[in-house]
C-alpha cells in the first residue's frame, strides 16, 4: 500500500462515517480468543495501521491482549507513530515474499484479497499461517457494495472482484473436513457528498476500487458517471468470512 493509495484510503473512510464494521471484527476475535488473555495477530495489509489499532483496541477492551505483526509492501512512518498498547512488528513485504516460518493465532485479510494474486493460492498461503484452533479473517466487498459495483461494471470488465460465493466456497474447501467457516455481512454508506468533497470522495473510490487493473481514462469516466447517478449517498456492504482450519 503506497503513500497515494494510504491517502485516497483515508478519504475513503471519512465518507465512510464513523460507523464501521471493527467492532464485529473485534466481537469476532475476542469469542475465538476466549478463554486466552492474549493472542497474537497477523494483519495482512496492514497500510499505516489505523485500522487495525481500532480492531485491536476493541478486542483489548473485552480483556485480551494482541500482538499485532503488520504486513504490507509499503508501511508508512504514521503507522510507527501510533499509539499502540503493545508495539507491533511491522513488516514490509508482500505475502508472496513473506516466509516467517512462525503461525499466528488470528490472520486478518480486511480488502487485501483484491491484490494477492491467485484468489485460491493466497487463501491457502493466509491459512497456512492460522495456528492450531486459530482463526483466518477475510473481509471482501458483497454483492451490492458500490466499490464493488464500481470494479466490476466499470473498471475490470471481465475481471471481476472475488465474489462471496467463490471466497465461501473455496475456504470450505480447504478447511474441509474438520474446519469450519462462518459468514458475517457489514452494511454502511458512503457518504458522496457535494461540490469539492465529492469529486474527491469519488476520485477515491475509482482509485482504490481500480487498485488492481489498469484504467483507462474512458473507464473513470463512466465510473464517475455512475457514482454521479447514485446522489449523495451509495451503499457499502462487506462479507466478512471467518475460518477455522
Known amino acids: 500500500m503506497d503513500s497515494g493509495y494510504t491517502e485516497k484510503l483515508e478519504e475513503l473512510r ?35 495501521g489505523i485500522w487495525a489499532q481500532k480492531v485491536v483496541a476493541g478486542v483489548q477492551a473485552r480483556g485480551v491482549r494482541v500482538a499485532v505483526t503488520g504486513l504490507d509492501p509499503y508501511i508508512p512512518e504514521s503507522a510507527q507513530e501510533l499509539d499502540w498498547e503493545i508495539r507491533p512488528t511491522f513488516i514490509a513485504a508482500p505475502l508472496a515474499n513473506y516466509l ?52 466490476d461494471g466499470y473498471l475490470a470488465v471481465g475481471r471481476p472482484s472475488p465474489s462471496q460465493q467463490n471466497v465461501g466456497a473455496t475456504l470450505r474447501a480447504l478447511v474441509a473436513p474438520r474446519g469450519s467457516v462462518e459468514e458475517h455481512y457489514f452494511e454502511g454508506t458512503v457518504a458522496l457528498g457535494e461540490g469539492d468533497r465529492a469529486h474527491r470522495t469519488k476520485q477515491a473510490i475509482i482509485d482504490i476500487a481500480g487498485r488492481d487493473v489498469p484504467v483507462s481514462d474512458a473507464a473513470r469516466s463512466s465510473a464517475l458517471d455512475f457514482l454521479d447517478s447514485l446522489g449523495t449517498v451509495a451503499v457499502r456492504r462487506n462479507a466478512i468470512f471467518v475460518a477455522a482450519p
Open 100 to 151: 516467517n516460518a512462525g503461525t499466528f493465532d488470528v490472520v486478518n485479510a480486511t480488502h487485501s484479497l483484491y491484490y494477492l494474486g491467485d484468489e485460491g493460492e493466497a487463501l491457502r498461503r493466509l491459512l497456512s499461517l492460522v495456528s492450531p484452533g486459530g482463526i483466518l479473517i477475510a473481509t471482501i466487498w458483497a454483492d451490492g457494495c458500490t466499490l464493488k459495483a464500481v470494479h
Open 14 to 48: 471519512w465518507a465512510f462515517g464513523p460507523i464501521s464494521e471493527a467492532p464485529l471484527l473485534a466481537d469476532i476475535i475476542a469469542r475465538y480468543a476466549a478463554p486466552r488473555t492474549s493472542i497474537t495477530m497477523l494483519d495482512v495489509g496492514i497500510g499505516n
